[in-house]
């Protein structure tokens, strides 16, 4: 395979292009799942060593929207220490197990954040360096077994703040880093499975953000890094398993900064178990996290200044909600433990203001070095004080723009690849880009972004509708037909992620963790 460039945006484009579902292609190119090739779950190193993790654990106790806003906790939370309870918090809440289910003799495990089809492509790695009980190293996230697996010792946090072209990374107390194992989602998906993979670490990021922001500990997200000294670190080879982001936990502004690490560690010197008997190789996969990888960390910083068009400012009409008050809202941990993806809703109304709850949480400000790429917009069913219709919501003035009237339950059930949650959900969210705009200022790594952001907007209202007793599920769709459907006079619209919400069939009780 050719170099493949981040500025050859070209690279993007063919890869969404051929990604697309539509009518025709989901009949003409049907997928065969190979259940006796089904990959393992979950990334096993047998000879490294484990460092057991907490299992009592006090889960946040914040509203949910104020944690996910950014309104709960120490303000900043520069001076929270870390120990290993809390980084127990943080990764059991962002990628633990929650439940099992057997069906037919075999047990399936669900965890904290949604994932599509249950694959759970996403790991995470923990470079600790200033967190009590555990010694400075590099450490594999195991949730099976809830545990920390030794890969290296050493502070890495200077190799890695070299690695991103960001100092301040030198001076959080641990980082993590999401990689994506993409044999796993690609067994169902093929080579749209990459854009699955970055939807799925966006859910587990915004359990991570929330989780952070109510124990007062900050937490940065960063997507613009250098990939090879990142690779290089973990040990994988990027095209299997490739690095998502990372996300820096702590910041004490006057403590002495980790020293940069300039040498390339070696190998890690550890095997881990296969995860099927033969893993399928999607080239447009590959070649898409290719083109999207940054060669220097120069190449980071200079994005880190990349700038958007300005967002316009709303629709003539603005139609304001009120969202509910946080109190209103259940508690983080309790709706962690609740969340789940709803299988069938009741074709009810839910209020105006759960909707706006659901909308104005989902989108506050994500922290790290993210620009909005992302803008939300919706079929509205059945919700209380809004006419049915299709609407846009404008993020930066947070408000509603009425684009349609009318009533379109059956287009919403078709735009979701024929399934019934769109036409049954009270408002069916489909959170768009434009992607030439995207593009233009990131290059490829743009696309990363974008959909690493609704993976954390989708995420977000996920946690939002389940602390106010409703449901959601996230959903794939037909990619030019919503584009037509939302924005038919501006095809620079493109569709990134689809979340159904509403009143589930089967209640969901608020306050408590059985629903
Ligand atoms: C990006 C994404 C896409 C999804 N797409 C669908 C879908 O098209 N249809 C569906 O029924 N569920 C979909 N889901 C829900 C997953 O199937 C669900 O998260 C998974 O089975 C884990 O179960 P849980 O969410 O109840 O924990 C999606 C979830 C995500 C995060």
Known sequence: MADLSNKDREAARLYHEVTKHS??????????????????????????????MPRELELPSAATAAAIAGRAGTAGGADRTADLEEITRLLFCTGGLTRSRTVNGEEYHFRAAASAGALYPIEIYLAAGDVDGVEPGLYHFSPADLKLRGLRRGDWRGYLAEAAGCDDLRQSRAILIFSAIFWRSAWKYRARAWRYCFWDAGTMLANLLAVASADGISAEIITLFADAPVERLLDVDGDREGVVCLAALGRVPDAPAAPFGATPP????????????????????????????????????????????????????PVMLEPLR??????????????????????????????????????????????????????????????????????????????????????????????????????????????????????????????????????????????????????????????????????????????????????????????
Not at 395 to 413: H, I, K
Not at 435 to 449: I, K, P, S, T
Request: charged share 25%; glycine share 10%; hydrophobic share 40%.
């Open 326 to 515: 946080d109190d209103e809202t259940s508690e983080l941990g309790a709706t962690i433990l609740r969340r789940g993806s709803t299988r069938e809703f009741a074709r009810e109304a839910i209020d105006g203001t759960e909707l706006a709850t659901i909308l104005a949480t989902a989108t506050a400000p994500i922290p790290g070095d993210f620009l909005p790429l992302v803008e939300p917009f919706l079929i509205v069913n059945a919700v209380d004080g809004l006419d049915a219709g299709v609407y846009r919501f404008h993020r930066a003035a947070g408000n509603l723009e009425l684009l349609r009237a009318g009533e379109f339950r059956g287009e919403a059930g078709y735009l979701c690849l024929e399934q019934p949650l769109g036409s049954d959900c009270s408002a069916l969210i489909c959170y768009m880009m434009r992607l030439d705009d995207v593009l233009e200022a990131f290059g490829n790594r743009g696309y990363r972004m974008a959909h690493l952001e609704a993976g954390v907007l989708g995420g977000r209202a996920y946690l939002a509708a389940y602390s106010i007793g409703r449901g959601a599920t996230g959903l794939t769709f037909y990619d030019d037909d919503a584009s037509k459907f939302f924005s038919p006079d501006d095809p620079a619209w493109s569709p990134l992620l689809m979340l159904a919400v509403g009143a589930p069939k089967r209640r969901v009780n608020r306050d408590s963790d059985d629903g």
């Open 266 to 317: 070696p190998s890690i010197g550890l095997d881990t178990l296969p995860l099927s008997a033969n893993e399928v190789v999607y080239d447009d996969l590959v070649k898409m996290h290719r083109a999207s990888r940054l060669d220097s960390p120069g190449a980071a910083a200079e994005l880190r200044g990349a700038r958007l068009p300005p967002a316009d400012a709303g629709g003539a009409a």
């Open 23 to 52: 009518y025709t292609s989901v009949r003409s190119n049907p997928h065969r799942l190979d259940w006796d090739n089904r990959p393992f779950q979950y990334k096993i190193y047998p000879a490294a060593g484990s460092l057991a």
